[in-house]
């Protein structure tokens, strides 16, 4: 038997202790996106806004934060 649970759900179940993101992706004819939200209930908000404005194969991809810390600012030039 498979069980299919939500990412957050699986994490729980084994004890990681660890801030999840969400990655949007999108396409249109000539381009693919790739968003980044810190919520599922914003990560699906922007996935249905974008559905609407006629983008396609859009899809969610949870993922972990490694150690919930936000991503290092760029070198400055």
Not at 11 to 19: H, K, L
Not at 28 to 43: H, M, N, W
């Amino acid at each position: 038997m498979i069980l299919s649970l939500p990412a957050k759900a699986v994490y729980a179940v084994f004890g990681v202790d660890s801030a999840m993101i969400y990655f949007i992706l999108a396409r249109d004819g000539t381009s693919q996106i790739v968003l980044k939200r810190d919520s599922e209930d914003a990560a699906e908000k922007k996935a249905r806004e974008l559905k609407d404005m006629g983008w396609f194969d859009v899809e969610i991809r949870p993922e972990m934060d490694p150690g919930g810390k936000p991503p290092a600012p760029p070198p400055s030039l």
